[in-house]
């Protein structure tokens, strides 16, 4: 069963993603999960409602998520995000002052009131709510639909001819946007003021800087590739989502990172990623190193470990990783970030050939945040481990020995260690169909059928001519009263150890002899009469004599019975004949 933390944590995927209908969704099967209400899941939803501009839904999720905890003051951030997006200045405004009464430090109410602030100082300037100069620009409308926050608002010709309006009489007309929440987002972007907000529990913005060019540690393989650029997480525009700490609600703190000239940090960074692509390796890792010592931002180390990832120097990337993970817990760094450099030592180690280390490290980033190329990396690690402790497990001298021994057990009886044996024998010698159609015969007299068709439909796929396993597996679907598989499977038998030789013909006949009577035999109380009816009525024996190749054949058997030997000769045509004599359709003499 799905928990209410596992929609929760695909709500925040969602949300990242900035699919936010799915997130909604996810985060409403959350609510239902949930044993008891919670408050950070009506505070994600709420966000994910406000991203899509649906103000009222946002704010009646934000108002639920402060009922349920009014102590916390992040929930009077998303009612103040949501009364500012439907006009209502001054209820934002009380909003973000609570948050504040409740937690003076938080930076993302501290931003909220000042744009609402600067909002209702706007409004209240002039007698059009000042938005004579907001919508002054002549160009206005083209710079709209060319904005990717509204482009989409202003395809609809209705809007267009609003904003229209409040552009020719913006006095007249400034009451619009009480009743139209899209006039509040257009305004909002003219303002400059982000109307989009993260969802709690880990996910960041959906808003951030283009940052395009970023190094991208490669996927391991011995093929050498152009470096890509990486998938860093991109820096909030925000000054609250500078660096993140987790409170003991699962929700996102925020905390200031230490300041820098980020600006010449970044153009330091910019150079080193060109650098980067141009395989100038040591040139880059000299510009990572000067944007760290000019803003503090583990991104660059994360940067400058790809480098030396790439440069070979491994035993330098581990160590920039490190320093890494422990300046970013310093600072209370982005928990993606960190992921990051964990998942980079776990590629590291995987090109070393350090398996165990690689899983270690793939698991630690997945604890930080769950990715599903390091997810992929880490089971795909998990496996050839498996697959390397499989391989130096084999030793054809002790698969004999336990052959032998399970074969000794076989002989006195003793069934379960039997299976046992015969067990070791196939981890010792794995491409040996004889362990697997042993310990099918061993299973076979525990009863135990299904696993014992198994065992020798791998002992068949090991080899295709092993003809004791089909007669063992055609023995385990006769227990089963499978009539009709085990005949098929004798079938096979038959057709394989004729092109052999033939030296387990009689062995076949004779079981196939068995499934067909036991297949087609009376019912207690059925006359001969009602048999035949009733087998008549079997689908494969119905299928046989419709098909015309077979109704010519009888029908010329019938005038010269020695001609059906020649036809007999034909595969496919015997086992069609075998089976209506086994149904007692053709009588022999």
């Keep these: 069963?799905?928990?209410?933390?596992?929609?929760?944590?695909?709500?925040?995927?969602?949300?990242?993603?900035?699919?936010?209908?799915?997130?909604?969704?996810?985060?409403?099967?959350?609510?239902?999960?949930?044993?008891?209400?919670?408050?950070?899941?009506?505070?994600?939803?709420?966000?994910?409602?406000?991203?899509?501009?649906?103000?009222?839904?946002?704010?009646?999720?934000?108002?639920?998520?402060?009922?349920?905890?009014?102590?916390?003051?992040?929930?009077?951030?998303?009612?103040?995000?949501?009364?500012?997006?439907?006009?209502?200045?001054?209820?934002?405004?009380?909003?973000?002052?609570?948050?504040?009464?409740?937690?003076?430090?938080?930076?993302?109410?501290?931003?909220?009131?000042?744009?609402?602030?600067?909002?209702?100082?706007?409004?209240?300037?002039?007698?059009?709510?000042?938005?004579?100069?907001?919508?002054?620009?002549?160009?206005?409308?083209?710079?709209?639909?060319?904005?990717?926050?509204?482009?989409?608002?202003?395809?609809?010709?209705?809007?267009?001819?609003?904003?229209?309006?409040?552009?020719?009489?913006?006095?007249?007309?400034?009451?619009?946007?009480?009743?139209?929440?899209?006039?509040?987002?257009?305004?909002?972007?003219?303002m400059g003021i982000d109307m989009d907000f993260s969802a709690e529990g880990g996910e960041p913005s959906s808003k951030t800087e283009d940052d395009a060019s970023k190094p991208e540690e490669k996927v391991e393989t011995e093929k050498k590739e152009e470096p890509k650029p990486t998938e860093e997480t991109k820096s909030e525009t925000k000054p609250a989502a500078e660096g993140k700490k987790v409170d003991s609600e699962g929700d996102v703190e925020m905390k200031d990172a230490p300041q820098g000239d980020k600006e010449a940090a970044d153009k330091a960074k910019a150079e080193g990623n060109t650098l980067y692509k141009q395989r100038k390796f040591d040139e880059a890792i000299a510009a990572y190193d000067k944007a760290w010592e000019l803003h503090k931002d583990i991104t660059y180390l994360n940067n400058r470990a790809a480098a030396e990832y790439e440069k070979g120097d491994y035993d330098a990337a581990v160590a920039t990783c490190d320093k890494a993970v422990d300046e970013g817990r310093d600072m209370r760094a982005d928990y993606k970030l960190i992921a990051k450099s964990f998942a980079r030592l776990g590629n590291i180690y995987l090109k070393k050939d350090d398996l165990e280390q690689a899983v270690k490290y793939f698991d630690k980033s997945l604890t930080e945040h769950r990715t599903p190329d390091v997810l992929n990396k880490l089971r795909s690690t998990q496996r050839e481990i498996k697959s390397r402790e499989a391989q130096a497990y084999v030793n054809p001298e002790k698969a004999e020995e336990a052959r032998l021994e399970g074969k000794e057990y076989f002989t006195k009886g003793d069934w379960p260690n039997a299976v046992k044996a015969y067990g070791e024998m196939i981890k010792r010698a794995p491409e040996d169909p004889r362990g697997y159609s042993n310990r099918a015969a061993a299973l076979v007299k525990l009863l135990s059928y299904p696993d014992a068709v198994r065992d020798c439909d791998t002992a068949i796929e090991k080899d295709p001519d092993f003809i004791r396993a089909y007669i063992r597996k055609a023995n385990a679907q006769l227990m089963m009263k499978e009539y009709s598989h085990c005949m098929e499977t004798l079938n096979e038998a038959r057709e394989k150890d004729s092109k052999l030789g033939g030296k387990n013909l009689h062995e076949i006949d004779q079981l196939f002899g068995r499934a067909s009577t036991q297949r087609f035999q009376a019912i207690d109380g059925e006359t001969p009469e009602q048999t035949m009816e009733r087998v008549s009525k079997d689908p494969e024996i119905v299928q046989i004599l419709q098909d015309p190749v077979m109704q010519g054949i009888l029908s010329q058997a019938r005038d010269n019975p020695a001609a059906l030997q020649d036809h007999m000769k034909n595969p496919e045509v015997a086992k069609k004949v075998n089976m209506l004599v086994a149904a007692g359709v053709i009588r022999t003499r």
Excluded at 119 to 147: E, W, Y
């Design 1 to 190: 069963m799905t928990t209410a933390d596992e929609y929760k944590a695909e709500g925040n995927k969602y949300f990242a993603a900035k699919e936010f209908e799915k997130a909604i969704e996810s985060f409403t099967k959350a609510i239902e999960a949930s044993p008891q209400p919670n408050h950070v899941l009506y505070s994600n939803r709420s966000g994910s409602y406000a991203s899509l501009k649906e103000y009222d839904q946002a704010l009646k999720d934000a108002q639920e998520c402060i009922k349920i905890n009014p102590s916390w003051a992040k929930g009077y951030n998303r009612v103040g995000g949501a009364q500012f997006g439907l006009g209502n200045l001054e209820d934002a405004q009380k909003a973000y002052e609570e948050c504040l009464s409740l937690d003076a430090n938080n930076a993302q109410a501290k931003e909220g009131l000042k744009s609402v602030e600067n909002s209702i100082k706007a409004r209240n300037s002039s007698g059009d709510m000042g938005l004579g100069a907001i919508f002054r620009d002549p160009n206005l409308i083209t710079k709209l639909k060319s904005n990717p926050k509204t482009s989409e608002l202003m395809k609809d010709p209705d809007l267009v001819a609003k904003v229209l309006n409040i552009q020719a009489n913006p006095q007249t007309n400034a009451t619009q946007l009480l009743s139209d929440p899209r006039l509040m987002t257009i305004m909002a972007t003219l």
